[in-house]
């Protein structure tokens, strides 16, 4: 059956940094692209940023272009997202998910997703 794991998250002074995991498994892994969404208390599911199934392609939300990377590794069944630079506003619970294609169009909507972690807590505070 399809698991997805999120980990890494945790505390962080303003201007810090964490990085966060996804493990993957029940599925083959690299088909599919993987988003990281991330949801604020009284807030709607934000997509953040979607990686290609490949790797070769990378997206991005405006609020954390430049500061926020995402990777993968095929042979490890994970995809990281770096977070530099972190705001309060980046407090919130943060959620990897499957992407029903290889590629990236539309990857802000949660409904091109099929299956979903059960997500990380972020708190950015000093």
């Known amino acids: 059956q399809v698991q997805l794991v999120e980990s890494g998250g945790g505390l962080v002074q303003p201007g810090g940094s964490l990085r966060l995991s996804c493990a993957a498994s029940?599925?083959?892994?690299?088909?599919?692209?993987i988003g990281w969404f991330r949801q604020a208390p009284g807030k709607e599911r934000e997509g953040i940023s979607c990686?290609?199934?490949?790797?070769?392609?990378?997206y991005y939300a405006d609020s954390v272009k430049g500061r926020f990377t995402i990777s993968r590794d095929n042979a490890k069944n994970t995809v990281y997202l770096q977070m530099n630079s972190q705001k309060p506003e980046d407090t919130a619970v943060y959620y990897c998910?499957?992407?029903?294609?290889?590629?990236?169009?539309?990857?802000?909507?949660?409904?091109?997703?099929?299956?979903w972690g059960q997500g990380t807590r972020v708190t950015v505070s000093s």
């Open positions: 998910a499957t992407k029903r294609s290889r590629y990236g169009y539309n990857w802000r909507h949660p409904y091109q997703y099929d299956y």
């Open positions: 029940g599925f083959t892994f690299d088909y599919y692209a």
């Open positions: 990686i290609s199934s490949s790797g070769g392609s990378t």
